[in-house]
């Protein structure tokens, strides 16, 4: 970006400018003497009126005041909370748009980090991109006597309503009113953010899509149990309810789940189904949050390891075990590798289960695991990794390209890190050959991809 000594543009003042280029978080980008103003809300095409609202040195920030001339892109019909959730930022546009500029988004991102040139392919979306998250992180927030669970504000800390979110099934929504009723009639003492305060702090909800069935983790600052009568009243209404969790957080920072979870009443578990697997599921552990796209994506893992029956796998950073047993029935060996202890006994049971007897779980870190296999003789024919956002660590990369596999399978919820990581891979031996987005995230800037990478060098296993 070009640093100016003067800017072009000053704090506070409305200018005219056409939108000719968005950013990775799906901002519009428009130019004024070369200067870039980043505009949420705006579309590549929409000629706009912005307030700008944050100059730095090369660039500057602006606040949509009026569009001018419209793209065909624009959507219509927007929710209510448009102006002030900081939830979906990608709303306002249509829904085919919103899965062009994520493959946009992937594309540039290989590119300009990576340095991958590669044609990436068309983003598989939803058939309706509603109601899909199985879910949701509410914070609770009391003003003036009244509880309310909902969303951080756009640019603040504020706590906002949600008012019938359409990421979430009409069930945990009636819930969500429900639950904002009796907080309130019951006096619980709500968490104040800024004196550190109180004791109810979050409700997390997760549902099985496949059974409807729903797990309520109340997330409190101390270990006391103040939650009975509400367990009961929530019973008495919702017998879709039937796990109900306390997670003790006291920890001050923005990090919702603490480290102890107590089953307060109910199976402990939730069920849910992905292609002909079922999955059980705790509460600590990982499961994708929107169950549709999830079978799309592990469908897509099993197609780029074209699997005979005859091969070894390693399913990296594995969770409950999904893309293991995806893969299971068409492998001989699979090792799947998590950290997190309690997930990896859910991919044990998962094994059970699903009747599979050739998948092998191990808690361990993969920067620890990996290494020490390949240094003892060991290969996979296939290594799927499935990193958090932040990505590998360089012990994982350096391992995977040492343990030769005929097919690396990289799947990401993050295309910066994930071209990162791929640079390296490139550089130990392995050539990028299919880029597949996944659209995980409906109405949000973010992007799930999928990675197959074949060995350039002969000594790969095949
Ligand atoms: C994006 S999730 C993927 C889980 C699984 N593949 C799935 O699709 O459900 C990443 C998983 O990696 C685990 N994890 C994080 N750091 C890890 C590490 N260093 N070693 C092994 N697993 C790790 C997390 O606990 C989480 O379950």
Redesign the pocket.
């Known amino acids: 970006m070009q640093k100016h000594s003067v800017k072009p543009v000053e704090l506070n003042q409305e200018y005219t400018l056409v939108v000719n280029s968005h950013s990775h978080e799906g901002e519009g980008i428009g130019r004024i003497n070369n200067f870039a103003i980043f505009v949420p809300g705006a579309i590549p095409g929409e000629e706009v009126k912005v307030k700008i609202t944050e100059v730095k040195k090369s660039f500057a920030r602006g606040v949509l005041k009026e569009i001018i001339v419209a793209s065909k892109n624009r959507n219509q019909e927007n929710c209510t909370l448009i102006d002030t959730c900081g939830g979906c930022s990608l709303q306002h546009m249509n829904y085919d748009a919103q899965l062009e500029m994520k493959k946009e988004i992937v594309e540039s991102t290989l590119k300009k980090i990576g340095g991958i040139e590669i044609e990436v392919a068309p983003t598989i979306g939803m058939d309706e991109p509603v109601a899909y998250r199985n879910k949701g992180q509410f914070h609770v927030h009391k003003k003036d006597g009244q509880v309310t669970l909902g969303f951080y504000n756009k640019n603040s800390h504020d706590v906002m309503g949600t008012n019938n979110c359409s990421l979430f099934s009409e069930k945990i929504n009636e819930i969500v009113v429900f639950l904002e009723e009796i907080l309130t009639d019951e006096q619980i003492k709500v968490y104040n953010q800024k004196d550190k305060t109180g004791y109810l702090r979050n409700i997390v909800f997760r549902q099985s899509k496949e059974t409807n069935e729903i797990m309520l983790i109340f997330v409190t600052n101390n270990k006391a149990n103040k939650l009975n009568k509400i367990i009961s009243l929530i019973e008495e209404k919702f017998p879709e309810v039937t796990s109900f969790f306390q997670n003790i957080n006291p920890e001050p920072g923005p990090i919702i789940l603490g480290k102890e979870f107590k089953l307060l009443k109910g199976k402990g578990l939730i069920s849910d189904k992905l292609g002909s697997l079922d999955f059980a599921i705790s509460p600590e552990?990982?499961?994708?949050v929107n169950t549709e796209q999830?079978e799309k994506?592990?469908t897509k893992a099993l197609e780029y390891a074209g699997l005979t029956g005859t091969e070894t796998v390693v399913?990296?950073?594995?969770?409950?075990g999904?893309?293991s047993l995806f893969m299971a029935k068409h492998a001989k060996k699979v090792y799947g590798?998590?950290?997190?202890t309690r997930?990896t006994e859910d991919a044990k049971f998962n094994a059970i289960i699903n009747e599979v007897t050739n998948a092998e779980f191990i808690a361990?870190?993969?920067?620890k695991?990996l290494p020490k296999w390949v240094e003892e003789g060991n290969s996979a024919d296939v290594i799927v990794v499935?990193?958090?956002r932040k990505g590998c660590?360089q012990e994982?990369l350096q391992a995977m390209v040492e343990a030769k596999p005929g097919k690396i399978i990289y799947?990401s919820?993050n295309p910066s890190t994930l071209a990162r990581d791929l640079k390296f891979i490139v550089a130990g031996g392995y050539e990028v050959k299919k880029v597949q987005p996944v659209d995980m995230f409906p109405l949000t800037s973010h992007v799930e991809s999928i990675i197959l990478m074949t060995s350039s060098t002969s000594e790969a296993k095949k």
């Open positions: 552990s990982f499961f994708q999830a994506l592990y399913d990296a950073y594995c969770g409950i999904t893309i590798i998590e950290s997190v997930a361990a870190k993969i920067e695991w499935d990193p958090p660590d994982t799947v919820c």
